[in-house]
């Protein structure tokens, strides 16, 4: 089937296989390797990719279902080879460790900074919720979350 | 690890998604946002031939009015519901459910109708429409009608549609004057878990602080969700005093059918019914209309 949508604010157009999902689209139609295969069911997170600015499972979600959306991964959020700077802040607290969650723990901050420029410490949990790390017990994750918050410089 | 192959058909309109729904009887299944299904066909549940994807029946996303009651199209995602400014002055119960299902990422793609037609047990939104004596909308051979939606839990992963049908919407009329409501949820591991049990409740004082009407919705304890009768029968016409909300919980505990799984077991799923429901109650007493 044919497809086409916006990726990393350039259009994008491509066929795919009709039972293939975003994250197969991503990872072997388009050889975009930041976005992780981890569990395969929308648990983990890892997956996180960012469509019309909210976050989707990539391994949930038909490719077909993002035709004409705008869709975001990790390789689209350094512009120009600067790094975001919710990456800039993630690499200078520490919040990363054996980097397999972290594309997607930076969509979901990207996604609630973009609602929330100025969220609780709360709000920052509530929206990784769904994203697991089993290296950093998240406390200098949410802590790179805040400080790279446009409402808190 | 790919999906079993499929064809996935994508038709423009509803009588075009019904039409291949019955040509197709048996060997096709309904997508809507893909969080339930899509899981399914990864761990060999189901293997459908065919998929039919509702993503191109736009009309079917709209959140809307029908006169006083709340209009929510199938193919409305929970995340559009959660922030829709009309179901959040309207129907906040409605809002609070829906906001603690899973994970915002799950929100974003997980739609109304196939939460409903998904039928589990430990659904978030569901003890919610239940308090709002929702009517769930289905399409199919033999016409539209609409199912209320405590008949519409018929079992275990077993909503009432028939061979051929869609649900095409649901229907939530609006509280009633000077309701009090709210829904928590309780989970055993982690915050954006199912609930182990989850409690919606709607309750209506007189002036005299006597609870003229009881809406209890249980998640999560029994094969489907389910209204408490009983414990709302036990608490109408009492004066909500502490006494009296132990023994409506009591009763709810008492009532519902709890299954025991890795989460907890059915004993600790009616312990967990007591404390929640009872808080829930109390504070829905002791707090402003």
Same mark, same amino acid.
């Given at each position: 089937?044919?497809?086409?949508?916006?990726?990393?604010?350039?259009?994008?157009?491509?066929?795919?296989?009709?039972?293939?999902?975003?994250?197969?689209?991503?990872?072997?139609?388009?050889?975009?390797?930041?976005?992780?295969?981890?569990?395969?069911?929308?648990?983990?997170?890892?997956?996180?990719?960012?469509?019309?600015?909210?976050?989707?499972?990539?391994?949930?979600?038909?490719?077909?279902?993002?035709?004409?959306?705008?869709?975001?991964?990790?390789?689209?959020?350094?512009?120009?080879?600067?790094?975001?700077?919710?990456?800039?802040?993630?690499?200078?607290?520490?919040?990363?460790?054996?980097?397999?969650?972290?594309?997607?723990?930076?969509?979901?901050?990207?996604?609630?900074?973009?609602?929330?420029?100025?969220?609780?410490?709360?709000?920052?949990?509530?929206?990784?919720?769904?994203?697991?790390?089993?290296?950093?017990?998240?406390?200098?994750?949410?802590?790179?979350?805040?400080?790279?918050?446009?409402?808190?410089? | 690890?790919?999906?079993?192959?499929?064809? /996935?058909?994508?038709? $423009?309109?509803?009588?075009?998604?019904?039409? =291949? @729904?019955?040509?197709? %009887?048996? #060997?096709? &299944? !309904?997508?809507?946002?893909?969080?339930?299904?899509?899981?399914?066909?990864?761990?060999?549940?189901?293997?459908?031939?065919?998929?039919?994807?509702?993503?191109?029946?736009?009309?079917?996303?709209r959140i809307g009015l029908d006169g006083e009651a709340l209009e929510v199209g199938?193919?409305a995602?929970?995340?559009?519901?959660?922030?829709s400014g009309l179901v959040?002055d309207g129907w906040?119960?409605?809002?609070?459910?829906?906001?603690?299902?899973?994970?915002?990422?799950?929100?974003?793609?997980?739609?109304?109708?196939?939460? /409903?037609?998904?039928? $589990?047990?430990?659904?978030?939104?569901?003890? =919610? @429409?239940?308090?709002? %004596?929702? #009517?769930? &909308? !289905?399409?199919?051979?033999?016409?539209?009608?609409?199912?209320?939606?405590?008949?519409?839990?018929?079992?275990?992963?077993?909503?009432?549609?028939?061979?051929?049908?869609?649900?095409?919407g649901v229907r939530v009329p609006p509280?009633?004057?000077?309701?009090?409501?709210?829904?928590?949820?309780?989970?055993?591991?982690?915050?954006?878990?199912?609930?182990?049990?989850?409690?919606?409740?709607?309750?209506?004082?007189?002036?005299?602080?006597?609870?003229?009407?009881?809406?209890?919705?249980?998640?999560?304890?029994?094969?489907?969700?389910?209204?408490?009768?009983?414990?709302?029968?036990?608490?109408?016409?009492?004066?909500?005093?502490?006494?009296?909300?132990?023994?409506?919980?009591?009763?709810?505990?008492?009532?519902?059918?709890?299954?025991?799984?890795?989460?907890?077991?059915?004993?600790?799923?009616?312990?967990?019914?007591?404390?929640?429901?009872?808080?829930?109650?109390?504070?829905?007493?002791?707090?402003?209309?």
């Open positions: 089937m044919n497809l086409a949508f916006t990726l990393n604010g350039r259009p994008c157009v491509t066929d795919a296989p009709d039972h293939w999902t975003v994250l197969d689209l991503l990872r072997d139609g388009l050889s975009l390797m930041g976005t992780k295969y981890g569990c395969g069911e929308g648990v983990c997170g890892t997956c996180t990719v960012l469509a019309d600015g909210r976050p989707l499972r990539a391994c949930l979600v038909l490719a077909a279902h993002v035709r004409g959306r705008d869709l975001v991964t990790v390789e689209g959020l350094e512009s120009d080879g600067r790094l975001d700077q919710l990456q800039t802040a993630f690499a200078e607290l520490g919040a990363t460790q054996c980097g397999f969650c972290t594309p997607g723990m930076l969509l979901s901050a990207k996604a609630l900074l973009a609602e929330r420029p100025a969220p609780t410490a709360g709000e920052v949990r509530e929206a990784l919720s769904g994203n697991l790390c089993r290296c950093t017990g998240y406390t200098k994750i949410i802590e790179a979350v805040l400080a790279a918050a446009p409402g808190a410089r | 690890m790919r999906l079993h192959p499929f064809r /996935l058909l994508e038709p $423009e309109s509803l009588p075009e998604a019904l039409d =291949a @729904l019955g040509r197709l %009887d048996g #060997e096709a &299944r !309904v997508v809507s946002g893909g969080t339930a299904i899509v899981p399914m066909i990864r761990l060999g549940l189901v293997k459908p031939d065919r998929l039919i994807s509702l993503h191109r029946l736009s009309a079917l996303a199938a193919t995602t929970l995340a559009d519901l959660e922030r959040r906040p119960l409605l809002a609070e459910a829906v906001r603690r299902v899973a994970t915002p990422a799950i929100r974003t793609s997980g739609t109304i109708g196939g939460n /409903l037609a998904y039928a $589990e047990a430990a659904s978030d939104p569901a003890p =919610a @429409l239940l308090c709002h %004596d929702a #009517e769930v &909308r !289905v399409a199919g051979p033999g016409g539209d009608r609409a199912v209320p939606i405590a008949a519409f839990f018929r079992g275990f992963y077993e909503a009432a549609l028939e061979p051929g049908e869609i649900v095409t509280p009633p004057q000077g309701a009090r409501a709210g829904y928590v949820k309780f989970t055993s591991r982690s915050a954006e878990d199912r609930p182990l049990v989850g409690v919606a409740a709607l309750i209506v004082l007189d002036e005299a602080g006597r609870c003229r009407e009881a809406r209890i919705g249980l998640g999560g304890v029994a094969p489907t969700p389910i209204r408490a009768g009983l414990a709302e029968t036990a608490l109408e016409g009492e004066a909500m005093s502490d006494a009296a909300v132990r023994a409506a919980a009591e009763t709810a505990a008492q009532e519902a059918q709890p299954l025991s799984d890795l989460m907890g077991s059915a004993d600790y799923r009616r312990e967990m019914i007591r404390v929640w429901l009872r808080r829930l109650l109390v504070k829905l007493r002791d707090g402003a209309a």
